[in-house]
Every structure is written in structure tokens, then in C-alpha cells.
């Protein structure tokens, strides 16, 4: 199926993803809904073919030992859950 991969920065000290980039992973299927080999012109009328796309995968292009800007801006002194 094809996915989301998002490129990102992750913040060492909160553990949180900024997202840089977002870019289409093609899983090259004739019977996926969302790929550029997808028989079926316009609209697709069959159940068979995959109409979800896989969740996201983070990749880490860059990492940060500082916080990331929302956190610095929030200036909270609880901490904060990693969001992946
Ligand atoms: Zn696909
Ligand atoms: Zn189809
Ligand atoms: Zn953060």
C-alpha cells in the first residue's frame, strides 16, 4: 500500500517530530486506489481494489538536542509526551 513518508527534525530534549517534508511512497499496485499504476481510469467502482493508505513513516532527517519551537514558545515545565 502506499504511505506517507514524512521527513522531520527530531528534538532530542522533548522528543518531538517537526515535520519538514511530506512525500508519497508508490507501492506501484494496479489494484491500489492511490497509486500512479491504478487500472482504473477516473472514478474506481471495484472492492477489490486497496482504497487505505499505510500510516506515515517518520524519517528522521535531521535531529536537534534542543526542544522543539512549539515547546520553547509553550515554555511549559511539565513534560511533554513524545507524540511518535
Ligand atoms: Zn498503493
Ligand atoms: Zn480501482
Ligand atoms: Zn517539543
Redesign the pocket.
Known amino acids: 500500500m502506499c504511505h506517507n513518508i514524512i521527513d522531520g527534525r527530531r528534538?532530542k530534549?522533548?522528543?518531538?517530530f517537526?515535520a519538514l517534508a511530506t512525500r508519497r511512497q508508490d507501492c506501484r499496485r494496479v489494484d491500489c486506489l492511490f497509486s500512479e499504476r491504478h487500472m482504473h481510469m477516473g472514478q474506481c467502482r471495484s472492492a477489490s481494489c486497496l482504497r487505505l493508505m499505510s500510516p506515515p513513516t517518520f524519517n528522521p532527517i535531521r535531529e536537534s538536542p534542543t526542544?522543539?519551537?512549539?515547546?520553547?514558545m509553550?515554555k511549559t515545565g511539565y513534560p511533554?509526551l513524545p507524540?511518535i
Open positions: 528534538h530534549l522533548c522528543g518531538h517537526v526542544r522543539c519551537p512549539q515547546c520553547v509553550a511533554v507524540n
